[in-house]
């Protein structure tokens, strides 16, 4: 950790918008269950609470209805993440629990040189985000 | 009669005989009869009508006379004749009278021609169907085309001709052998072989042949599409699953020679200005691909050649100069030849090296004479193959470039500076893997070599260099890093995580032997997937320069690997000898190992959003071992694409495509001319109701777009509107005072020497500072930074030819420019902390002396609906429309008036003039000769519904001005609205820009060539 943070200084110190081109990299994501579903601020929110309320349903007979799912969100869909969550349980009569994990996620910027003699950089940013598991209950 | 019967009449009759005429006497006589026939009232009915009128047309209707019995009696006739006449009185029924007598001779001899016709038009079919399908359908039986004698007795004979007849024409297309010996192995080899050396053949080529609508494109025959219904799907493995796509006819130009040599001669191909250049620490350390444009010696930013990609080869002893190098340029074909030729006479290259590829050329050649001899043998007898005894040569495959003539040269060297420059256009092949399964797929379908121990029997196998490699303790270890690299791969999930352009080498086993039985998915494994350390590094570091190396970088060995492949029959012998079916195959040291290269394909760069939508790796493999690598890859779920799959991973990607988004290379504009042809003859095809008439429509141009004439109109614009301000701007003499020096410059001599100023100031850019900026004091500084070589440039560039702008620098200005920056804090933000200028016109006046005609790439998205397609005009919107826009927000745009067809009474009278000359040739033929020379000596045939002539203003034509035409447009999947790529004029694009309101920057309106609706979009240019 410590030497990737020496660097970072360094970079900071030159950076000039005339010698690099930030780039954004996608962020490392592990591989996707078919319960696990991330937020984003692109697609329509009601859409987006459909596609878990129908996870959480599963088919017209209740077939393939996962028993809890998670909800991921990064950065500014962190709010919109938590909306969901929410908003699915509220709509769930009480037979939906949920409980928040918050985690800080490592980004990173690659920082394209405009001249030859440069090599490129790389830098890493931290994000937080929020993965919540809304989970089925048996009510009492 | 209506003129519809008449048609329908002249068609019913067209296959009648017509060589039946008849003396002038008997037309009188026939008339009457006719009438007479009470039998076929409608028909004489029919006739009625000309009997008074035309005596001429009854000698076209002689088939009608056919009808009626030869025994006519004058006494029968006169009874249907009152019958008749009492059925309908018609005037001229009565006018017409019965002839009194009848002369026998003349009579019979008549008759005798018209029975003759009629016996001739029984036995003549008149239609072109077989005779079997003119049977009632009650007497048809199963197999009649197949078996005469389920036919009738009566027309066995003529069907048993017809059968004949196609038997012989089936016979030419047929090849002389039977099916049997045509599907044996080697006589097919030969026959694929004879096939390729026209268009060379990817090794893929048989395999994509079954699955894919193939083309033959710049030498090669590719896979278009796939014959199946697949477009989405193809999108959904691209940013889901996994696209697979053979490159291998991309071309491979190798240099080697001392690292200073090289990027001296190179340097002076590519520009600074347009993004990294050969030079590049990163890529000349061996660690990454880099990419560059490439343009004629000292010419940028004119005379474009194409992109390209690059990748140097690691040194060995870093920091070693003295030692020699090797790069690989990868290309596309179209752009092939003239890069090679520019990159051979920048290097001096002129000594062709007679290389030891030749030899399997020879090879093949010899085979073809031995091919070409059998047909003289007799036929009729068992041929027997002539190699199997005077010539032990098994024949073999192409592999490799087939067409390649073996006397011509595929190496040359410099004397001058040492540089050897070898072409190694399908020497490799070069496999594309798009989208986030690819980790998976690679990390399953390749595994890594083992290495080898025992050294008992190292004399046996053919694989000397791989046991030599593990003697060498520094080199195992290198394969145990590199693998371990391999195997972290397995662990990412998508590889846009990594860094662009990261090279790893590698050396696997042979990919078949862990073929799996069934074709299955490759699914990333979530045990692999652990965020450790080493993931950490990778990701941020990529992968360590050592672990680049890999051996197929050396020719012998690829060659060795080549020639050592354990072909599939044997492969597939030893596995059915195991002893357990099924189990795994364990060649031990016999099983080859191969080298070869991952290159990671940055997916989508710039812009905001889709970030690395289609990345990938690129796997490169020595020749030969093309399809043992393909197969494996589609048994773990990849799907593969063809060229139109491609088009559309780089449209979604928003970078261009080659070579059809190049307007200013050579190979640009060769496809746009060959796209205009194919659409102008498809756009023929149709009938001129049924295809839209783009000079109403208002498009000139709808299939090809007109650069030239574009950038000049905006050009003459910009000027115009200048000089009606001059008086008023302070600085409008001088600039004034520059316009009208410019057009004196281009004399012959005077460009030429320009063109050599123009070649040392791109050498050493700082130099011409003291350049005539002298209108734009008060930006100076930022100016002379941005666009130093310009000054002398612009000059030049007044009267040459168009160009795109690939400056970097200036695209991030013009990209900050477009976007609306209706925020005062945004703008704020952005205008001190990065040096940027703030629009203005006098900013835009400098831009627009400097490059007058150029082009720029920008990026379009659709406010609303619609979906924009290829040549869809891009226009300035008008004061208003941004006004109810911006009132409503539903308003999907402006349409376009009807414009009047001018051409389309030229058409007409064209028309009707040969129509004219038609008749009048057949009045008399004399004149023929005149009547065909005259047409071909007027103007060329217009097409109904397309601008003929030299087109018109083409900026100013419709009610919104032209700013420039999209290239490739299409519903995308990816953001889910249309979207679209195109060119507009740089002037063009900076005179909207500034007359623009800030909040509404950037909105520009869109029109595709058949239709005149405009549709809102937006302008976005993405460095």
Redesign the interface.
């Known amino acids: 950790m410590a030497e990737n943070r020496e660097p970072r200084g360094v970079v900071e110190a030159e950076l000039d918008p005339v010698e690099y081109t930030l780039r954004k990299r996608l962020p490392h994501r592990l591989p996707r269950r078919p319960n696990d579903i991330y937020v984003n601020m692109k697609t329509d929110f009601k859409a987006q609470l459909a596609r878990c309320q129908k996870l959480l349903d599963g088919g017209t007979r209740g077939q393939n209805a996962c028993t809890e799912i998670y909800i991921h969100g990064l950065g500014l869909a962190i709010n919109r993440a938590i909306n969901i969550a929410l908003q699915l349980q509220a709509g769930s009569f009480g037979s939906l629990q949920v409980a928040a994990n918050t985690s800080t996620v490592e980004l990173v910027d690659e920082l394209e040189p405009e001249t030859d003699t440069r090599e490129p950089l790389t830098r890493i940013r931290n994000n937080s985000a929020i993965h919540i598991r809304v989970f089925r209950v048996t009510p009492k | 009669m209506s003129n519809a019967k008449e048609r329908k009449h002249a068609k019913k009759m067209r296959n009648q005989p017509t060589n039946v005429t008849l003396s002038s006497g008997f037309v009188a006589d026939r008339g009457v009869k006719h009438r007479n026939r009470g039998g076929k009232p409608f028909q004489a009915q029919r006739q009625e009508p000309h009997y008074g009128t035309s005596r001429q047309r009854q000698t076209k209707m002689t088939p009608h006379s056919l009808l009626e019995p030869d025994v006519n009696e004058p006494s029968s006739s006169k009874v249907m004749f009152k019958k008749k006449g009492g059925w309908k009185a018609g005037p001229e029924g009565t006018s017409q009278e019965i002839p009194k007598y009848i002369t026998a001779s003349t009579f019979a001899q008549a008759r005798a021609a018209e029975i003759s016709a009629m016996l001739k038009a029984v036995t003549q079919k008149s239609s072109n169907s077989l005779v079997f399908q003119t049977l009632p359908r009650h007497m048809r039986r199963r197999a009649m085309s197949h078996n005469v004698k389920r036919l009738p007795r009566r027309l066995q004979e003529i069907a048993q001709k017809e059968a004949e007849k196609a038997v012989h024409q089936k016979k030419e297309h047929s090849k002389n052998k039977c099916h049997k010996a045509r599907r044996c192995h080697i006589n097919r080899m030969l026959e694929f072989n004879r096939r390729q050396k026209k268009n060379i053949w990817l090794e893929t080529h048989i395999w994509h042949a079954k699955r894919f609508h193939m083309v033959k494109k710049w030498g090669y025959c590719l896979g278009e599409r796939p014959t199946a219904k697949s477009h989405r799907a193809c999108y959904r493995a691209m940013t889901q699953h996994c696209l697979l796509q053979d490159l291998s006819y991309y071309c491979c130009l190798e240099l080697k020679g001392r690292e200073e040599e090289i990027l001296k001669a190179l340097s002076q191909m590519c520009s600074?200005d347009t993004g990294?250049?050969f030079?590049?620490?990163?890529c000349l350390s061996g660690k990454?691909q880099g990419s560059v444009m490439l343009y004629r010696a000292n010419k940028y930013p004119r005379e474009m050649l194409g992109p390209v990609t690059f990748i140097w080869k690691s040194e060995m002893i870093p920091g070693d100069t003295s030692e020699s190098r090797q790069l690989w340029i990868w290309l596309h074909p179209a752009v092939k030849q003239d890069i090679l030729e520019e990159i051979k006479a920048v290097c001096q290259c002129t000594e062709p090296i007679k290389s030891t590829v030749c030899i399997p050329e020879l090879l093949t050649s010899s085979q073809e004479k031995n091919h070409t001899e059998l047909p003289d043998e007799k036929i009729g007898k068992k041929r027997k193959r002539k190699g199997d005894g005077e010539n032990t040569k098994p024949i073999k495959k192409v592999v490799g470039d087939g067409t390649r003539d073996p006397c011509q040269p595929y190496s040359w060297i410099s004397p001058a500076t040492g540089i050897i420059i070898s072409d190694l256009t399908m020497e490799m092949n070069r496999f594309r893997l798009i989208g986030p399964l690819s980790h998976s797929i690679l990390t399953e379908a390749l595994k890594v070599a083992s290495v080898h121990t025992g050294g008992e029997d190292a004399e046996k196998t053919p694989h000397r260099w791989w046991i030599e490699t593990c003697e060498n303790p520094g080199s195992i270890s290198l394969h145990r890093r590199q693998e371990a690299v391999f195997e972290l791969l397995g662990g990412?999930?998508?590889p846009?995580?990594i860094?662009?352009g990261t090279i790893l080498g590698l050396t696997v086993g042979d990919p078949r032997v862990n073929l799996p039985q069934k074709k299955s998915k490759a699914?990333?494994?979530?045990e692999k997937?652990q965020?450790n350390e080493k993931?950490?590094q990778l990701?941020?570091?990529g992968v360590p320069v050592e672990c680049t190396h890999s051996f197929i970088w050396n020719q012998d060995i690829c060659k060795s690997v080549t020639e050592n492949k354990i072909s599939d029959q044997d492969l597939n012998r030893k596995r059915s000898e195991l002893l357990v079916p099924g189990s795994q195959l364990v060649l031990g040291p016999h099983e080859s190992k191969i080298p070869i290269l991952l290159i990671q394909q940055p997916g989508k760069?710039t812009g905001e959003?889709q970030?690395?939508w289609g990345s990938g790796w690129d796997v490169l493999l020595p020749k030969g071992w093309g399809m043992a690598f393909w197969i494996p890859f589609i048994y773990r779920g990849a799907r593969v694409g063809g060229l139109k799959e491609a088009a559309v991973h780089s449209q979604y990607k928003r970078s261009p495509n080659i070579p059809g988004d190049f307007p200013d290379c050579p190979a640009g504009i060769l496809f746009a001319e060959e796209q205009a042809k194919t659409l102008l003859e498809k756009y023929k095809r149709r009938p001129p109701a049924k295809r839209p008439n783009y000079v109403k429509l208002g498009t000139v141009a709808p299939f090809c777009c007109p650069w030239e004439h574009l950038t000049q109109d905006w050009e003459s614009r910009v000027q115009a509107q200048e000089e009606s301000s001059a008086a008023s701007s302070p600085n409008g003499e001088e600039t004034d005072l520059r316009r009208h020096m410019v057009p004196c410059v281009p004399t012959p001599e005077k460009t030429h020497q320009l063109s050599n100023e123009v070649g040392t100031s791109v050498n050493d850019p700082r130099e011409p500072e003291e350049v005539m900026d002298t209108d734009c004091q008060d930006q100076a500084g930022t100016k002379m930074v941005m666009y130093p070589d310009a000054g002398e440039n612009h000059v030049a560039a007044a009267n040459s030819q168009l160009f795109v702008l690939r400056s970097?620098k200036l695209l991030k200005q013009l990209s900050a420019w477009c976007g609306p920056c209706s925020e005062e804090s945004r703008a704020a933000r952005r205008a001190p902390?990065?040096?940027q200028q703030e629009l203005t016109r006098e900013a835009c006046l400098s831009i627009m002396d400097h490059f007058p005609r150029a082009l720029v790439w920008v990026s379009l998205s659709l406010l609303r609906k619609g979906s924009p397609e290829p040549h869809t005009m891009i226009c300035v919107p008008a004061k208003e429309d941004l006004l109810q826009l911006s009132q409503d927000q539903h308003y999907c745009g402006p349409q376009e008036a009807k414009h009047s067809d001018l051409f389309k009474r030229k058409i007409l009278k064209q028309k009707e003039k040969k129509k004219l000359e038609k008749r009048q040739n057949r009045g008399c033929a004399t004149s023929e000769g005149l009547g065909a020379g005259d047409p071909a000596t007027g103007q060329e045939a217009l097409t109904l519904g397309l601008w003929s002539g030299p087109l018109p203003r083409v900026t100013s034509h419709c009610s919104r001005v032209l700013l420039g035409f999209v290239t490739q447009g299409d519903f995308s999947m990816a953001v889910g609205h249309g979207e679209a790529l195109g060119f507009v004029s740089l002037t063009g694009l900076l005179d909207m820009l500034s007359s623009q309101p800030p909040a509404q920057r950037g909105l520009v309106l869109l029109r595709p060539p058949a239709s005149v609706q405009y549709r809102f979009s937006r302008v976005a240019i993405e460095?």
């Open positions: 600074i990294l250049t030079a590049a620490v990163h990454r990412i999930t998508s846009a995580e860094p662009a699914l990333s494994n979530p997937c965020d993931v950490r990701l941020l570091e760069m959003d970030l690395g970097r902390g990065r040096g460095v």
